[in-house]
């Protein structure tokens, strides 16, 4: 019987734990970001973390091929649990970067983008704990707040590129790296924007 009609796989408790290493890299990427010393042993850190998440994304996968019973929509899970990992996948992504063209200091717009992307998964956060809830009003409200700050690292970015181009006007490869920076973090905020549209479909289609 057990075959036929197998256990229910509570996701929101996968989603929980994939959002957490969300905002734990996001908030070692932070920290890396405000004291830059041991850089290789804070990005040691963000890289386990990344390592950790795969994982959970594996899982979800996994689980969602052995069962037929889901909380919410088949895509609506596959789709979130992808788009997670790709914020985790985005901040490890820019700490390496960082390694690799052996930055010395981070710029102050750096610190901001980081900063701005930590506050938003901490609204991802909340907005799956009312998802679960099945508080629909309230996912709304967090998804807005999750839009507005995307649109706000967005005018950071377009900032911060033209500071590199006042402030390394003569050093065109540490434009281009910081450029390559700058674009991981705002890619990041971009998957963060689209879980909220994923949440909103989820809603419109529950409420």
Not at 11 to 32: K, N
Not at 43 to 48: C, G, L, R
Not at 102 to 128: C, G, S
Request: glycine content about 2%; aromatic content about 8%; overall charge negative.
């Amino acid at each position: 019987m057990k075959k036929i009609f197998p256990r229910r796989i509570d996701f929101f408790v996968l989603f929980d734990q994939s959002i957490a290493h969300a905002m734990a890299a996001t908030e070692a990427l932070l920290s890396l970001m405000e004291n830059f010393e041991n850089a290789e042993g804070k990005a040691k850190q963000i890289h386990e973390i990344e390592h950790q998440a795969d994982l959970v994304t594996h899982d979800v996968m996994r689980k969602l091929n052995q069962t037929f019973i889901t909380p919410i929509d088949r895509e609506d899970i596959h789709e979130l649990a992808t788009r997670i990992d790709d914020i985790i996948d985005l901040a490890w992504a820019c700490v390496d970067k960082m390694l690799v063209f052996r930055i010395t200091r981070p710029t102050r717009d750096a610190v901001q983008l980081a900063r701005e992307l930590h506050e938003t998964t901490k609204f991802i956060h909340r907005a799956f704990q009312e998802l679960e809830a099945k508080d629909y009003e309230h996912v709304k409200e967090y998804c807005i707040e999750i839009n507005r700050m995307e649109n706000r690292i967005d005018r950071i970015f377009r900032t911060a590129l033209g500071d590199l181009f006042e402030e390394y006007r003569n050093d065109a490869a540490m434009i281009i790296k910081w450029k390559t920076i700058y674009e991981h973090l705002e890619e990041a905020s971009d998957k963060c924007e689209d879980v909220a549209n994923i949440l909103e479909g989820i809603v419109l289609k529950h409420a």
